[in-house]
C-alpha cells in the first residue's frame, strides 16, 4: 500500500481528533498486520467500494474513548457505554469521510458506506489483494488505532494520476 | 460563544429537520440549532425517513447528511426538492469531495457544511441561506392543527 492511500488517513485523524477533543495526536507507530485484527476497545468499520476497495476499523481504547465521549458530548459525569459507542462511531464517520475526500479529490472514484461498530474480538484478515497497515496514534490520554485494508482497483490503474 | 437568534419575518423561530443516521450526530446538532435559537420540527435517521418527516413537518431548513443507511442523503434531496421547490436544505456531511457537492447542489441543496462541524461557520451559513431564501416555507401542519 503505498503513501499515497495512507497520507490522507493520518491527516484526518490529526484534523478530526484536534478540533474534537481539543489534542494533537501522535502518531506513535506504523505496521503492517499480517494476521486478523484484535479489536482494543471501541471500534467501527467503513466500508469502501470503487476504485478503492476495502475496509478501515477506527478503534479507541476505553481510555481514549472515554475521554473522547466526555470531550465531544459535554456531558457531566461518566458516558454510558451507549454514548461512547456512539460518539466512536461518529468519530470514525468523520476520520473516514474527511479521509476519502482527500483522495476522491486526488482522482479517485468510489462509493462509502456507513459506519458500523464493529464488536467482534478478532476482525478479519487482510487479504492477499488488500494489504492491512495499522496505524497507532497516541492521545493525552490513551491510544486510537486506524486498521486499513484498502487496494485500488484495477478500473482505477487505468487512468494515471498526479 | 452566544448566537444572535435565527429568525425570519413573519416567524419567531426557524424550524429545522435534522437527518442523520448518527443519534449522537443529531443530538450534536440540535444542541447547535437550539443554540441559534431555532426549533427542531423533527429528526430522521435515514433519507426515506426524511422524506416522510418533512412531508409531516414542512420545515423552515433541512440539515441533511449524505451517507445514511436505506436511502442516502443526496437521493432525499432529490426526492424532497422535487414535490417541495421551496424546500431548504443544507447538506452536512464528513464526505465533502467536489462529486458529491456538486450533485447535491445540482438536486436542489442550497449549501453544503463538512463534519467536523465548527458553529460559527454553520450558524453564517445558515443565516446565509435563509437570507438567499426570504420566503418562508408554507405554515406547517402542526401550527395550523393548533
Redesign the interface.
Known sequence: MNMELIQPFINSVDA?LS??MRCSPRMADVTMEQGSYQRTGIAAQVVLSGEIEGRIILDMDAIAAGQAASD??EITGAPTDE?IR??V??LT??????S??QL??RGF?FR???PELFMLDVGPHGTLDSETVLLRFELPKGAVYLNISVHVTSAAMVGSRT | MEFKPLTSEDKPKIRFLVVDDSVFARKNICKMVEAFGGEIAGEAGDGIAAIAKYNDTLPDIVLMDITMPKMEGIEAVEHIVRDHPEACIVMVSSVGYQDNILSALQKGARHFVQKPVKPEAFYEIIRYVLSENPEPAPTTVGEAQS
Do not use: A, Q
Open positions: 478530526v478540533e474534537t465531544f458530548s454514548i456512539e460518539i462511531c461518529e464517520n468523520m476520520v473516514i469521510g474527511n476519502v475526500t476522491n479529490d472514484k462509502v458506506h456507513p
